[in-house]
C-alpha cells in the first residue's frame, strides 16, 4: 500500500500546538506550518495540505496518497490522528523510542519542534511504519476508564503516603476527608469498568475468556483489555510480549561482555504493571506456569527471572485465548511449559 506513495507529513504535537512539516520526496525542501491542537486546527491543516496540491487519500486519481506520522504521546495527538484517518490519509503513531533512535542515527543536532516534525517525516519516509486504526469506541471508553482507574489509586496511595508525615491535625482531616472521597470515586470507577464490559457483547465475551485462565480476575482482564485493544494487530504471542516490553534483553559481545539477561521494558509499562501480581498469584495455582517454575528453578534461575518468565507466559496465554475464542484449557496449554 505504502510502495507507491511519495508524500510525507510529520507531526510534531503538543498539549497547545503542533508543527507540521510536509515532505516530497520529488522535491528537495520540506513546507513547515504550525497549528493550533483543536478541532479548526485541524481543518486549516486539511487545507494547508490540500494547497499543497496534496489530496485525500480516498479521492486521488493521479497523485499519489499522503502517509501522516506522529508520536504516540498520551492523549495529545489522538484526536488529530482519528481525524487524518477518517478523511482517507495513511496514519501512523509510532513509538517516540524510534523517533529518537533514528535521529541518532541521523546525528540530529538541532532540537525544535520544527526540526522534530521534519525528522518524523524523514522517518515516515525511509521507514514506511505500519498504519494505524482506531480502536472501536467501546474498547477507547474502556480504556479511558481503565487509565481513570489508576489514576485515582495513585492519587490515593499519594496522600496517604502523606498521612505518614506528622502533619498537623486540621490537614489530617483534609487528607482524610480526600482519602474518603477518592476512596468513593475508586469504587464507582470500578462499578462503571464492569457495567461497561458487561453491556458490551465483545468485551463480555473477551473478559469471561481471561477470567476463565488462574491467576487473572476481573481487574486485570478489564486492564489487559484496555491495553490490548485489537488482538488481530499482532502476528502473535512473541509480539503481543514485545509490545509489553516483556522479551528477555540478552548482553552478549564479543569474548568479555557476558551481561546478564533482563526484561527488555521497552514496551507497555501498563501491561507489566498489571500482569505483576496475578503472575505471582499464577505461580502458585496455573499449571502452566507452576510446570514453568519448576523447570527453571531446576535450571537455577533466579526468582526475578521466574517472575518476568512467568508474566510473559501469562500474556501469551491470554493472547492465545483471545485469538482461539477458546477458555483456557490446562490439557492444551500445558506444552506451553516445555517453551521458554
Known amino acids: 500500500m505504502f510502495l507507491g506513495t511519495n508524500i510525507f507529513l510529520g507531526i510534531d504535537i503538543s498539549k497547545a500546538n503542533f508543527d507540521a512539516v510536509l515532505l516530497d520526496t520529488a522535491q528537495a525542501k520540506p513546507r513547515h506550518k504550525v497549528f493550533p491542537n483543536t478541532q479548526a486546527g485541524f481543518e486549516r491543516l486539511q487545507e494547508w ?5 496534496v489530496v485525500n487519500g480516498q479521492e486521488w ?32 503513531v509510532v513509538n517516540p523510542a524510534r523517533i ?14 520544527k526540526a522534530d516534525a521534519t525528522l518524523i517525516a524523514r522517518f515516515c519516509a525511509l521507514h514506511r511504519p505500519e498504519a494505524w486504526k482506531p480502536p472501536a469506541p467501546e474498547a477507547s471508553e474502556l ?8 489514576s485515582l489509586r495513585e492519587m490515593r496511595q499519594m496522600e496517604k503516603n502523606r498521612l505518614l508525615a506528622g502533619l498537623v491535625a486540621s490537614v489530617e482531616v483534609s487528607l482524610q476527608e480526600h482519602l474518603a472521597y477518592l476512596d ?12 461497561h464490559i458487561s453491556q458490551t457483547p465483545n468485551l463480555k465475551r473477551q473478559r469471561d475468556l481471561l477470567v476463565s ?29 514485545a509490545f509489553a516490553g516483556l522479551v528477555p534483553r540478552i548482553r552478549h559481545s564479543g569474548s568479555s561482555v557476558r551481561g546478564r539477561a533482563c526484561l527488555s521494558k521497552v514496551g507497555s509499562p501498563r501491561l507489566r504493571k498489571a500482569l505483576f501480581y496475578p503472575a505471582m498469584v499464577a505461580l502458585r495455582f496455573n499449571p502452566v ?9 531446576a535450571a537455577g534461575k533466579n526468582k526475578k527471572l521466574i517472575v518476568g518468565a512467568a508474566m510473559r507466559k501469562l500474556l501469551q496465554i491470554a493472547f492465545g485465548v483471545l485469538k482461539s475464542g477458546r477458555p483456557f484449557d490446562a490439557t492444551i496449554a500445558m506444552p506451553l511449559a516445555a517453551k521458554a
Not at 495540505?49 to 496540491?53: C, E, K, R, S
Not at 542515527?105 to 525544535?112: G, I, L, N, S, V
Request: net charge neutral; with cysteine; hydrophobic share 45%.
Open 289 to 297: 506456569l507452576m510446570a514453568l517454575q519448576v523447570r527453571l528453578l
Open 49 to 53: 495540505i490540500n494547497g499543497q496540491n
Open 100 to 113: 529518537k533512535a533514528f535521529a541518532q542515527t541521523q546525528m540530529a543536532r538541532a532540537k525544535t519542534d
Open 184 to 195: 468513593a470515586e475508586i469504587a464507582k470507577t470500578e462499578q462503571r469498568i464492569k457495567d
Open 213 to 241: 485462565i488462574p491467576g487473572i480476575a476481573d481487574t486485570t482482564a478489564a486492564a489487559l483489555l484496555a491495553e490490548i485493544v485489537d488482538v488481530s494487530a499482532f502476528a502473535g504471542s512473541r509480539q503481543v510480549a
Open 143 to 150: 480504556q479511558a476508564w481503565v487509565r481513570r482507574l489508576e
Open 61 to 92: 486519481q493521479d497523485k499519489q496518497a499522503l502517509h501522516a506520522c506522529l508520536e504516540a504521546t498520551g492523549t495529545y495527538g489522538n484526536a488529530l490522528a482519528q481525524f487524518l484517518y477518517e478523511r482517507g490519509q495513511t496514519v501512523s
